[in-house]
Structure formats: C-alpha cells, structure tokens
C-alpha cells in the first residue's frame, strides 16, 4: 500500500524545487555577461550597421532639428553631381559673406581658389565662404543650387529634410538622425567625400599667393584608433554640437550620428562611450 506524503511533506519538496530552479535561472543569469545600456549626452542619436542596416542605437532618431554644417554634406554632393570642372576658379565675392551669424571666414573677399580646394576646406575644415561659393557658382546661382540640395534629399527618400542655403548657417536647414544616416549612406559612396572629409590638414594657396592651413573640425581623424571612412561635424547655438560619421568598430562599419549636444566635447565624449558599448557588446557576444 502506498503511503500518503504528509502535508508537510509535500510543502517542503514544493519548497525545494523552487530553490532548485532558482539556483538554475541565478547561474544561468550569472554566466550571462551584463551589458550596460549607453548614455548618451546628445539629444538625438543614431547608430546603424551600414552593411545590414540594423539599427545598433536609437535616441530620439525621429526628432527634426536643425543641422548646422551637417548641410555640407549635401554641397558636396550637388556640387559633384553638377559634373562642373573641379578645377575651374572660383573667386569669393561679397555675397559669399555670412550675413546671418557673423560667423568668420579665413577666406577674405577677391581671393580665388578652384572648386576642387573650396570642396576640401567646405568639407574638411567646415569653411563657410567656400559653402557658399560653391552654390553661388553653380549653374542658376544659390537659389537652384538649394533646389538641387532639396531634390537630392527627396531622392533619397529624406522626408524629414529641408535646405535653406548650402552652409547650415540657417536654422531652416532641418534633418533628422534618421534621415541623415541616409545622406551619410550617399555621400560615402563618393570617393572624393570621403577623402576630403577625413584628411587631418591641407594647405591652399589664396589666389596661388597666400599659403594658408586649413585643420579638420573632428579631432577623432587625428587618433589612429579610430578607423574613420567619412567625417562631418556641425555647430550653431540653435542646432548644438552635431557630428556625422561612418567608422568602423569591432570589425563592423557603422553609421553614426550624434545631433544637438550641448557641450564642448560631449559629441566627441558620446562617440567614444558608443565605441566602448560596441566593443564591449561585441565581447560579450563572442564569449557568450
């Protein structure tokens, strides 16, 4: 005959394999890696893997901000488009003059340098004279220039995007992370983007008189940990620090867009902390 488990009983083997399975789900839990979630500074931020499309981070991607510089991006890219000579003069005229921020330029009016050295420093040291000479210089001047900057968003598919002018100085001149990883994607498939964007200096010579240095706005294309293949930065008190780039971490090629970071070095500072939580989960991916 069988014997009854006593009440008692049953509640301590009840007891027991409650202990068993929560011993199991703790080591389960403790062998796991714990990954911290990244925090970031900026009040939009974007991270996709350029080759899946795969969003890695998303802060607010959606948000519409001005974009300040982050537009040269798209000058570049209109003004290669065009198919106009690379390495015609151009001369920085008045009009070329930043009216709306004050802003200072290097380039002083009646100098001439061709298109191709206006690209490098629009891009590379962020010059806006240049910016605007280049669309100045295109065919139809500034206002068909804008018109092309506009298209070229609609083609790609930049709903959120609107250009005003070809520097950024405008606040008008508004874009999403999302949007913008988009013109990333673009305007590295364009060699000369991503060799201008990315060189550390360059010297030009003012109306092949004048020698003058010209340095990159993102400090990161100076480190050598940083495997950067397209590179722009951006500022205006309305649109705070912003900073663009495709770069590759972890042996995977990102996209990564960081808008309206309000301290000096809080969008280099976001970089570095998503380059540390890439490498970090990309360990713990390995080990796991």
Avoid at 13 to 32: D, H, K, R, S, Y
Avoid at 33 to 52: E, G, M, Q, Y
Avoid at 75 to 95: C, F, Y
Avoid at 249 to 257: E, Q, T, Y
Wanted: net charge positive.
């Amino acid at each position: 005959m069988q014997r009854k488990l006593h009440p008692l009983e049953g509640i301590v083997a009840i007891f027991a394999l409650v202990f068993v399975l929560a011993l199991t789900i703790g080591f389960a839990q403790a062998a796991e890696p714990k990954i911290k979630k990244v925090a970031l500074r900026s009040n939009a931020a974007l991270v996709i893997d350029a080759a899946t499309g795969e969003v890695v981070i998303d802060k607010n991607g959606d948000a519409v901000t001005p974009i300040a510089s982050i537009t040269k991006l798209m000058t570049a890219i209109v003004t290669l488009e065009s198919g106009l000579d690379l390495d015609a003069p151009v001369s920085v005229t008045r009009e070329d003059v930043d009216m709306k921020k004050g802003s200072r330029s290097r380039l002083r009016t009646g100098i001439t340098l061709t298109r191709r050295e206006l690209l490098l420093i629009a891009l590379m040291a962020s010059e806006n004279r240049a910016a605007f000479a280049l669309g100045r210089s295109y065919p139809g001047g500034t206002p068909a220039f804008v018109a092309a900057m506009n298209e070229m968003a609609a083609e790609l598919q930049m709903g959120d995007t609107h250009f005003v002018d070809p520097t950024g100085l405008s606040p008008e001149n508004v874009s999403s992370a999302r949007d913008l990883a988009k013109l990333v994607r673009a305007a590295h498939g364009y060699p000369l983007i991503r060799e201008f964007s990315t060189r550390d200096k360059a010297t030009v010579l003012l109306s092949g008189k004048q020698k003058v240095n010209f340095h990159n706005t993102n400090g990161l294309v100076r480190n050598s940990r940083w495997e950067i293949g397209l590179s722009k930065t951006g500022y205006i008190s309305e649109a705070g620090r912003c900073l663009v780039m495709q770069v590759r971490v972890a042996s995977k090629d990102l996209i990564v867009v960081l808008l309206d970071s309000w301290g000096k070095y809080s969008r280099v500072g976001d970089a570095q902390r998503i380059r540390k939580w890439v490498e970090t989960t990309a360990t713990a991916g390995t080990q796991s």
